[in-house]
């Protein structure tokens, strides 16, 4: 019996409600697994609790809930240090839990990082803290949906000190984790992806920046070696105005040249996924939207196109 955690994100925010919405609306032949706060002006479904671990191991399907354990009382649109110390506690159980083999992937609601970082000033996101808490595992942040698919060479970090972050070793290791995790769960035997440039006109042969003369183009012909079918740098202010759906993925050096283009095309209906863990992850690709939250106004559609993925990932 697979068993997916579904995490509730931060409990002032839109993700109890589209969670509620999708058990509502939609049947899944498998074990669902919530882990958070719901707050307190939300009606509550009468779920089986989970009090302990290893308890886990012996349901059946249905749906299943595991306490954020804080007892602060929640309101929607109204978010806290506390909501954010709930909202941590839920990935950091589902995370634990995924790694000792407890669950088989983890799908994520929203979550606010600086309510999170009231209390835990160090974190910067899903991705970065699930990697570190597998042991500072190499992950990639992948974004999927009908129209695109693109991955990020850098995860959230200043526009600044994205060159720093590339060099050839780490190009090559993060594609070839792309690569592989496209070969894994979407079973496409040579996938074609595409690597757009860093600088403006792809550096222009050196005269706007010289990453990928130096970092990129010598990963693509290493790469390239290891038989992964990839081409590149691309100029990215041109690149989406021509046939980019001929590429299984696009990959972008930094976090808004990717996803621009991505939300533009698939805002909610598009999956956040996070290559290179031990255990498949995924999440919306949408924010906490605190402005709404408690309205009935949030669409879960991100989040049943997530479920349906991990469900897709796992099979």
């Known amino acids: 019996m697979v068993k997916i955690a579904l995490t509730l994100g931060d409990p002032s925010g839109i993700g109890p409600e589209i969670v509620l919405k999708v058990l509502e609306k939609y049947s899944f032949d498998h074990t669902i697994i919530l882990y958070g706060a719901f707050p307190e002006n939300i009606h509550i479904p009468k779920f089986s609790m989970i009090h302990k671990v290893k308890e886990i191991m012996g349901v059946d399907k249905g749906i299943y809930w595991i306490t954020s354990g804080q007892d602060s009382h929640f309101i929607s649109g109204k978010p806290s240090k506390e909501s954010g110390i709930a909202a941590y506690y839920a990935i950091e159980k589902a995370g634990e839990n995924a790694l000792n083999g407890y669950i088989d992937a983890i799908v994520t609601a929203p979550i606010s990082k600086h309510y ?12 970065e803290f699930f990697a570190h808490q597998a042991h500072d595992a190499d992950v990639v942040m992948s974004f999927f949906s009908d129209k695109l698919n693109v991955a990020l060479l850098t995860t959230h970090c200043a526009v600044s000190n994205v060159s720093s972050y ?18 894994k769960y979407f079973h496409i035997a040579n996938p074609k992806l595409g690597l757009l440039g860093l600088n403006p006109h792809a550096g222009e042969n050196g005269a706007f920046g010289n990453e990928e003369i130096k970092i990129l183009k010598p990963a693509i012909d290493t790469l390239r070696t290891q038989g992964v079918e990839i ?3 691309y100029p990215a202010d041109t690149f989406f105005a021509g046939d980019y ?8 050096p930094y976090h808004d040249q990717g996803l621009i283009p991505f939300k533009m095309l698939s805002f909610n209906t598009g999956v956040n996924v996070t290559l290179g863990l031990p255990y498949i992850r995924t999440s919306v690709d949408h924010g906490t939207a605190f402005d709404i939250a408690g309205k009935g106004i949030a669409s879960e559609r991100s989040l049943v196109e997530a479920i349906t993925l991990a469900i897709k990932m796992l099979s």
Do not use: R, Y
């Open 116 to 127: 999170i970082q009231l209390s835990h000033s160090d974190f910067t996101g899903h991705t």
């Open 166 to 183: 590339l060099n050839i070793d780490s190009v090559v290791a993060k594609i070839l984790i792309i690569n592989n995790a496209l070969k």
């Open 231 to 233: 081409s590149g740098p």
């Open 245 to 252: 759906q001929k590429f299984d993925m696009i990959i972008s």
